[in-house]
């Protein structure tokens, strides 16, 4: 701040400085940041205005506290997810990718992984009514998975997939392959056509926060991704969890010559 600033700044104008800081590299990400006395010291203000500062810092995902300390989170720079291209089949296999995610990931200079479970499931009623399958039987395969980016939980994703196609394939692999499950279900004669995504912003639920190491008052992306076939059957329904601070969804499409 500058001598013309006031002494005793109020949090927001704090919280901007300290953001400025860490968007311009003073502060690294898994760097550890002056204690709130050193803060308020080093900027100019209280003690408790510099906490109420990163407190506001903390509920944006900027910084972690722990019982070390302050540290500025290990991502700092949103994830743009391009919901437009991410899905070709070029891209998505791109450097033997296993899918959407670890193509977009390893495009944005960072180490994807992820931890995943298959089992056959009862699906939720209303994916069950998308997928023309049976809402009170075990007629799903659901593949489920924790997204890292660098080691840090991004994402949580549920795919979704008529048993009666998946059963007894490389679908029920934890690997699905160059490509993913897209590539997989096309070669069974599935082919995606059309995409479908429907966006909500809400809470975290408990589980979510401890998966995705969030705090309550922290905000998630619900994505329900819904694929379907050239001839209008839904041949998988996935439900993506983003932490909203770590994300930025990006969507581009042409317009026709009447407009």
Do not use: C
């Not at 599935?190 to 639920?205: G, L, Y």
């Not at 008052?217 to 001839?231: L, P």
């Amino acid at each position: 701040m500058t001598e013309d600033e006031p002494r005793r700044a109020t949090f927001r104008a704090v919280a901007d400085e300290v953001r400025t800081r860490i968007q311009q590299g003073t502060y690294a990400p898994g760097a550890k940041l002056p204690t709130e006395g050193e803060l308020a010291d080093e900027i100019g203000t209280n003690r408790g205005t510099a906490a109420q500062a990163l407190r506001l810092l903390a509920s944006e995902g900027l910084i972690d506290k722990s019982r070390r300390g302050m540290f500025v989170h290990r991502i700092v720079k949103k994830i743009v997810r391009d919901s437009t291209s991410r899905y070709v089949r070029a891209r998505r296999e791109e450097g033997q990718a296993r899918g959407a995610f670890e193509a977009e990931i390893r495009g944005l200079g960072m180490t994807p992984s992820s931890v995943t479970t298959t089992q056959h499931a009862q699906p939720p009623a209303w994916v069950a009514d998308l997928l023309g399958v049976d809402a009170n039987d075990v007629s799903t395969l659901a593949r489920i998975r924790r997204m890292l980016a660098d080691d840090v939980p991004v994402q949580l994703a549920t795919s979704y997939l008529p048993l009666a196609i998946a059963e007894g394939t490389r679908l029920e692999e934890i690997d699905t392959g160059p490509g993913g499950s897209k590539s997989r279900l096309a070669e069974l004669g599935h082919p995606q056509a059309t995409i479908t995504e429907e966006i909500d912003v809400r809470p975290p639920t408990a589980e979510e926060v401890g998966a995705l190491d969030m705090r309550e008052d922290q905000r998630v992306y619900e994505i329900a991704h819904i694929g379907r076939t050239e001839d209008g059957r839904t041949v998988e329904v996935t439900v993506h969890v983003l932490p909203t601070h770590l994300w930025r969804l990006s969507y581009s499409w042409p317009l026709g010559p009447t407009h």
